[in-house]
């Protein structure tokens, strides 16, 4: 069986591409023959059949078709998010389209961000919903929500949708679970306990909640201001093309935030760190106390199915995805509550050890039903069903 992939791919530092590399690299075993349709990144990479092909141009249009016509899958796979294709992304589904009626292709497509579109959108976006689902045989997404979503807003038949979870990070080298960190980039983290935000900056990921929510357990807990250091881990998105505007936007409210460090005097508390190495990601997730992940939109996230690998307390909005993973851990908590969430954090703060072992349960049955063994499994069911 032929797969062919359209989507984002590394080195783009993006959470679909990553998705859509970590599917490619474990379907090795299965037997499927993986094809991979992206944009033209001018990376080499090493083997595998990856077409660098995508763009809005006259030209890449007809290298998207020819590479089609050259891979001859039996299914197209289609990682979506408006995002990545940008304006590109009506013309991309035309092309689809077309080839899918001339050679009776089979078209799934996983929507990574039904409801944040939706919302973002509104009628125009639940309108295009519509009709990209109706070209898609079969969809697939993450989570409960983004189906309801498809299901009552646009009128897709539930039979039509599959959920499958976004699935863990596998790290296979205990080694880099193990190491801890002293200092990163510049800042000493020596014998601090660590409240750690990792991701892009931006204004859905709620980063100012944490903010207040760190100046009022500082007000209630003046001890914990020597213990303690809230590290911002990640930078502002880049941007290309009409989206430069939103990349303006991000770096506004990163601005806002760095005021707001400093009208709470948290300057030696709130740490903005930009972005880290690549080699250093899993030690400062395992240096940390407490993961906190304050969004005020998400569909999924790929940064909480990296951080669950570590028994790290994560505290969370109980919103999307994150609260349908969390829920159990009673670590879920409304954005906007900025003293329920510090009561959050001062509750892991002050006794670390006495949490560890339920986190531990909870978190080694929250991995098994969203291993990376269970997502490649679900795929492979629904492969093969429309193969048939």
Not at 114 to 125: D, H, Q, W
Request: glycine share 4%.
């Amino acid at each position: 069986m032929k797969i062919c992939f359209i989507s984002s791919y590394p080195p783009e530092k993006e959470g679909v591409g990553r998705f859509t590399k970590r599917l490619a690299d474990n379907f090795k075993s299965t037997g499927i023959e993986i094809s991979v349709l992206t944009f033209n990144y001018k990376f080499i990479y090493n083997g595998g059949n990856i077409y660098q092909v995508l763009g809005a141009s006259p030209k890449n249009i007809l290298a998207t078709y020819k590479s089609l016509t050259t891979v001859k899958p039996d299914i197209i796979h289609l990682q979506y998010a408006t995002p990545i294709y940008r304006m590109y992304s009506p013309l991309l589904w035309f092309i689809l389209w077309i080839y899918k009626k001339r050679n009776k292709v089979k078209l799934i497509v996983t929507f990574h961000e039904v409801g944040r579109e939706t919302e973002l959108l509104r009628a125009p976006g639940i309108k295009y919903y519509s009709v990209m689902s109706s070209i898609a045989d079969r969809i697939i997404v993450h989570t409960k929500e983004a189906e309801q979503i498809l299901i009552k807003q646009c009128n897709v038949h539930a039979n039509k949708i599959s959920r499958i979870p976004l699935g863990l990070y596998d790290i296979a080298l205990k080694e880099k679970i193990n190491k801890r960190l002293r200092i990163i980039n510049g800042t000493s983290i020596a014998n601090k306990k660590i409240i750690l935000f990792f991701g892009y900056i931006h204004i859905d990921k709620g980063i100012d909640n944490l903010i207040e929510a760190m100046n009022i357990l500082y007000i209630n807990h003046p001890e914990e201001k020597s213990k303690s250091i809230v590290l911002i881990s990640g930078d502002v998105r880049p941007r290309k093309g009409i989206f430069k505007y939103f990349g303006y936007l991000d770096l506004k409210y990163k601005n806002r935030l760095i005021k707001l460090v400093k009208d709470y005097k948290l300057k030696d508390n709130v740490k903005f760190l930009g972005y880290i190495k690549e080699s250093t990601i899993y030690p400062l997730l395992n240096s940390s106390s407490v993961i906190v992940m304050p969004y005020k939109k998400v569909e999924q996230s790929g940064v909480l199915n990296l951080a669950l690998n570590f028994n790290i307390p994560v505290i969370a909005s109980n919103i999307g995805g994150l609260n349908e993973i969390l829920a159990e851990t009673k670590l879920t908590v409304k954005s906007e509550n900025h003293r329920l969430l510090q009561e959050k954090i001062y509750f892991i703060l002050k006794d670390k050890n006495k949490n560890k072992n339920n986190i531990k349960i909870m978190y080694a049955k929250i991995r098994k039903a969203n291993s990376l063994k269970v997502v490649i499994n679900n795929h492979v069911a629904i492969y093969n069903k429309m193969y048939e």
